[in-house]
C-alpha cells in the first residue's frame, strides 16, 4: 500500500473511532466520518463498501495492546501489568472500545473476532505470570478474576480502578494461590 | 395508573427491550417498536415523548435482580448467589443488558443511575456475605474478583461461566482471606 492511502486510511480509521466513541454507532456512516476526517464520502466507499468493514479495520487498527515486561517478581508483575492495562483505559480509551465492542458483537458478528483478539492479546502476560503456579480451572479464575476486576469496574461501575486496589486485589489472589515472596 | 395503561406501558416496554437486544439501539425507533408491541406509534408518543425515556423506562422495568437467600454457609452462599446471577445471564438475557447499559451510558447519561441501580443491587448479597471477613479495600476488591470474573467472561470472552469455575473463584477468594469452614 503506498504511503498516501496508508495515511488515508489511518485518518479515516481514527476519525470513524471518534466518531464512534463520541456520538455511538447511529453516528457511524460514511458521510459523518467523511466529514469528521476531513475527506470525500466517495473516498470511503472506495475503500469501505460498507459501514460494518469500516467499523472491523477501525478496531483492528485500534486494538494495539500495550504490555509491561516481566522482571521476575510474579506480584510487582502483576501489579504492573494491570496497572498498563488501567493506563490504557484512562489514555488510550480502552475501556471505551471494550464497551463499544461487547455491545456490538450482539449485531456485527464480524467484530467477534476482533473482540476475541483483543481479549486473548490483553491477557496474554496475567495468564503467562501465573501459569507456572496454577493450571486449568484455577489458572482460569486467576486470570477472570484479577482482569474482571478491573473490567468490571471500569464497564460497569463507571470507574476505572485505583493502583491500590489493583494492588489489593493481586494480594488476595496471591494469598489464595499460596504464594509467598522468595527471600532476597 | 389504571390496569389498561399499565398492560399498554408493560408491553411496549418489553418489546422496546427486545428490539433493542435483537437488532440495536438504531433500531428503537417509536415506529419499530410499536409494530413489535402491536400499538400506534401515537400511542407510544404520548406515553413517551423522547426515545431516551423509553430507554430509560425499558430498563428500569428490566431490572429486577433475582438473589440467593443466604443459608449460613459463606462458601455455598458464595457459590449459590453466583450461580444465581449465571442463571439470570442465561435464562433472562441478564448479560445482554448489562453490554447494551454499558455502551449506552456513555452516550444516554440518564442511563447512568439504571446501570448503577443494577450494579448495587446485584452486588448487595456478594458484598454482604464478605462484610463480616473483609473491611476498605479488601472487601472492594474481593466483590469486584467474584462479580468481575462473571461480567468480564460473559460480556468481554462471550462466555457465561461454568459452575466448576464459579466454585474454583469462590475457593480461590476463600483462601485468600484466610477463611476456613467452621466444624460440623
Redesign the interface.
Known sequence: MDRRVLRTRNDVLRAAIQVL?D????SVTHQRVADVAGYSKATLYAHWPSPDGLLVDAFTSFVDVHHHTPAGDLRSDLVQELCTFRTAMLERRVD?A??????????VPEL?AV??H??TEGERVIRGLLAPSLAG??L???T??????????A????QI?SE??IE??V????????WTESPR
Open positions: 466513541f456520538e455511538g454507532l447511529g471505551r471494550l464497551a463499544v465492542l461487547v455491545d456490538l458483537t450482539a449485531t467477534i473482540r476475541e483483543l481479549v480451572n484455577e482460569e479464575a486467576a477472570l478474576m484479577l482482569c474482571g476486576a478491573i473490567v468490571h469496574s464497564l460497569t461501575h463507571g480502578p491500590e486496589l489489593t486485589s494480594d488476595l489472589v496471591l494469598r489464595g494461590i499460596g
